[in-house]
């Protein structure tokens, strides 16, 4: 069974500040793997999106990493902004039609 | 591109009412629809999905039922609300080969 796991759970940092945002994933087949930011009580939009057969994504200010073999993306987020705060989602999309997601992780930009 | 609807945005249900969410998709067709509901500070659970008109999958065994009625409609359903039901319930679809889900706005329910 797919899990998704999502490390850290929440995140403070000064705006300016680079950070990355981890999520590993326990089974290597999947056909995609998706970043998602969520605002309170709104709905998910898709950051980006990185295909099995790629290494890494590229949006702006944000790049996501994957490395199917050992199970592992991360989201990298240059020069943060405090309209970066929201909850970063990772999600695979396995072979059963199915994207299974993580917990997210809570980012807070101070200004 | 596709948009996806769902209404009502929010709901308060007494225990015991029935509930209907529903979702319909714009810009597409034959999409791979599913519900999602996430409960207070917790992640997304997938709930149903459904790759065609009247096929139907359950992933979690509840008090919850979904149909398709349509290509493009999403119907989700309850006969009699529990308490544990509250949350929020999005619906999403993949359509196209890259297997990039997409969301919309959700439905806010509160059984009291």
């Known amino acids: 069974k797919q899990e998704v796991t999502q490390i850290p759970a929440a995140l403070s940092v000064p705006e300016g500040e680079n950070l990355v945002l981890n999520c590993s994933f326990t089974d290597s087949a999947i056909y995609n793997l998706q970043w998602f930011r969520q605002d309170p009580g709104k709905g998910l939009t898709s950051l980006l999106l990185?295909?099995?057969?790629?290494r890494e994504q590229t949006s702006g200010r944000l790049n996501a990493s994957l490395d199917k073999s050992s199970g592992r993306s991360t989201l990298y987020i240059a020069a943060s902004q405090p309209g970066d705060s929201a909850t970063y989602l990772c999600?695979?999309?396995?072979?059963?039609?199915?994207?299974?997601f993580g917990a997210g992780t809570r980012l807070f930009v101070k200004a | 591109s596709q948009t996806i609807h769902q209404w009502p945005a929010t709901l308060v249900q007494p225990v015991g009412s029935p509930l209907s969410l529903e979702c319909t998709v714009e810009?597409?067709?034959?999409?791979?629809l599913y519900w999602y509901r996430q409960a207070a500070g917790r992640g997304l659970q997938l709930l149903f999905y459904s790759v065609g008109i009247g096929q139907i999958s359950s992933e979690v065994p509840q008090n919850l039922s979904a149909s398709r009625p349509q290509d493009r409609q999403f119907i989700l359903s309850s006969k009699k609300l529990l308490l544990s039901d509250s949350g929020f319930y999005l619906c999403?679809?993949?359509?196209?080969?890259?297997?990039?889900?997409?969301f919309g706005e959700g439905s806010r329910l509160t059984v009291l």
């Open positions: 990185i295909q099995s057969s790629q």
């Open positions: 999600a695979v999309l396995t072979g059963g039609f199915k994207t299974i």
């Open positions: 810009g597409t067709s034959n999409p791979n």
């Open positions: 999403a679809c993949i359509a196209g080969s890259t297997g990039e889900l997409f």
